[in-house]
């Protein structure tokens, strides 16, 4: 026996690692994909809802005009809800209202009628509002019909040229006819539309109301046509407040009397004193 015994020791084997299971999803991760679906699935009811309920309502305040002035199935009418329709219906208040009649009849032609309701509200299953407004607006041809005389629409043409409206016609000057237009201000005073002449233009030269009168001594103010009554096309519960050119159109703004709406004096035509 030696002093010091040679033993081999052997090493324990190294193992192999089992191959690991993949990671699963975790709790937080389940739960945020079902909150997402479930915000997806409501939001999709919302929509639905929402579509719903605004051709719904469209549909009863189409009806309500219908019946109100007394408009045939073909008039062509367009409704404007701004914001969520189903949330202002569960609230039972409509803050504003847009609705236009197109072709609306307007004494002797038509023009498209906007109307602009504010505060629309539920009171005890009836729907009122609190204010009303209306712009009534017409093209050069529609205000044609509306201010120059059926037996002279023929011969005299109607425009307009920033704030005024023109009118324009030939007149017989020796070989040839010379175009001649008058460019008149409109205004508005006791339900009746009045123009103020400003300017006539003959042959290219274009005189203003007191150069015609410096150079021919001819009064335009003593040639204005007489005021059309617009209060006789229109219920009585519209009441006109401005005429004026914008845009080249004509447009006539209206108040409203609610209450004389409701009753058969007030759907009648108005009158000027």
Do not use: N, Y
Request: aromatic share 4%; proline share 7%.
């Amino acid at each position: 026996m030696t002093l010091f015994d040679e033993r081999t020791e052997l090493l324990p084997s190294a193992q192999t690692p089992e191959p690991s299971e993949p990671d699963r999803p975790g709790l937080g991760l389940r739960v945020a994909i079902l909150v997402v679906v479930i915000i997806a699935l409501a939001a999709t009811a919302f929509a639905t809802a929402e579509g719903l309920m605004h051709a719904e309502r469209e549909r009863a305040i189409v009806g309500e005009a219908r019946t109100m002035f007394a408009l045939p199935a073909s008039q062509r009418i367009e409704v404007d809800i701004p914001g969520s329709v189903l949330l202002q219906e569960l609230l039972g208040r409509f803050d504003r209202v847009g609705l236009t009649v197109h072709s609306f009849s307007t004494g002797p032609t038509t023009s498209d009628l906007t109307m602009t309701v504010e505060g629309f509200h539920d009171a005890d299953g009836i729907w009122t509002a609190d204010h009303l407004s209306a712009v009534a607006t017409l093209s050069a041809a529609q205000t044609t019909a509306l201010v120059v005389p059926p037996e002279a629409q023929g011969a005299m043409r109607v425009g307009f040229s920033g704030d005024d409206i023109v009118f324009a016609a030939s007149v017989p000057a020796g070989a040839a006819p010379q175009s001649v237009s008058v460019a008149m201000t409109p205004h508005f005073d006791g339900g009746r539309v009045g123009i103020r002449l400003t300017s006539v233009t003959v042959g290219g030269k274009t005189l203003s109301a007191e150069e015609m009168r410096a150079e021919s001594g001819v009064d335009l103010a003593a040639m204005q046509p007489a005021p059309v009554c617009l209060s006789e096309a229109l219920p009585r519960f519209l009441r006109v407040h401005d005429v004026r050119v914008s845009d080249q159109r004509f447009r006539i703004e209206f108040d409203a009397d609610l209450r004389a709406a409701e009753t058969a004096a007030g759907l009648l035509p108005g009158t000027c004193p």
